[in-house]
Nanobody, 128 residues
Framework: QVQLVESGGGLVQAGGSLRLSCVGS????????????MGWFRQAPGEERDFVAA????????YYADSVKGRFSIFGDNTKNTVYLQKNRQKPEDTAVYYC?????????????????WGQGTQVTVST
């Protein structure tokens, strides 16, 4: 099985920074970690869940939504089974619940329904 636990959300002023963390665990995850693409998605109230960024464990290839490119950075530490999302120069429109997700079958995918596992989410609120 796979468990993903996010942390690091909170309230931040526009222009500020936050670092979100996602720790993966479980026998399936630990045995096949190199095959996963890890993604961050976000969902604002009344909106669909949107792609933010993704990284492949093998090779560390990264993918970003245009709206966050140059401001957010995704990186991983495979010694800790942890993926991070560094969020800089945040804007009020970055306010959302952020979800960590894992896909075993689709490399670098930006499509939410191609991810098989996700965490409970962490709230990020960016004030003006």
């Amino acid at each position: 099985q796979v468990q993903l636990v996010e942390s690091g959300g909170g309230l931040v002023q526009a222009g500020g920074s936050l670092r979100l963390s996602c720790v993966g665990s479980g026998r399936t995850f630990n045995n096949h970690i190199s095959s996963y693409t890890m993604g961050w998605f976000r969902q604002a109230p009344g909106e669909e869940r949107d792609f933010v960024a993704a990284i492949t464990w093998t090779g560390g290839t990264t993918y970003y939504a245009d709206s966050v490119k140059g401001r957010f950075s995704i990186f991983g530490d495979n010694t800790k089974n942890t993926v991070y999302l560094q969020k800089n120069r945040q804007k009020p429109e970055d306010t959302a619940v952020y979800y960590c997700e894992a896909s075993q079958a689709y490399i670098g995918t930006r499509v939410n329904n191609e991810y098989h596992y996700w965490g409970q989410g962490t709230q990020v609120t960016v004030s003006t």
